[in-house]
């Protein structure tokens, strides 16, 4: 899978029949499904979201501000597929992120798609930095600096 060596994080998802849509592929909105899955399994890998969803000690946790995809090619049962996730950019408040699902037997890209995450001061919902350390932890996952 050498299309996802630049991708730290990845996760396996098989693919059910019921996930088809009437047009006889996965359905558009199952992709989201997939990019938050792995987002949710980077920023665990980096401690900004403990198991069990709970938010690390201060209470900051990401919120997602915006997301998008590109459909490069239809997924149909049966297969499996693999989507990566690592992060673009580090802004004062904001991580911007990439994925990619590819076929996880012959490595096809079936789409690629990005998105914001600010991160914010649960409950109020306060716009704070992107604390330091999380940064690092980033930096360290990556292999680079921001």
């Avoid at 990566?84 to 950019?89: F, K, N, Q, Y």
């Avoid at 998105?115 to 914010?120: A, R």
């Amino acid at each position: 899978m050498a299309g996802m060596n630049d991708f730290p994080i990845t996760v396996r998802f098989p693919i059910h029949w019921g996930e088809m849509d009437a047009y006889g592929h996965v359905n558009n909105a199952r992709y989201f499904t997939w990019f938050e899955a792995a987002r949710i399994a980077y920023f665990s890998q980096v401690g900004l979201v403990e198991p069990g969803m709970q938010l690390p000690q201060g209470g900051v946790g990401p919120i997602l501000a915006s997301t998008q995809a590109d459909y490069l090619r239809p997924v149909v049962f049966p297969a499996e597929v693999v989507v990566g996730a690592r992060v673009s950019r580090i802004g004062n408040s904001s991580i911007a992120m990439e994925y990619a699902v590819d076929d996880a037997a012959s490595g096809v890209r079936y789409a690629r798609g990005s998105g914001v995450v600010v991160t914010v001061r649960y409950p109020e919902y306060q716009k704070v930095p992107v604390p330091a350390e999380l940064r690092e932890k980033i930096e360290k996952l990556e292999g680079r600096t921001f």
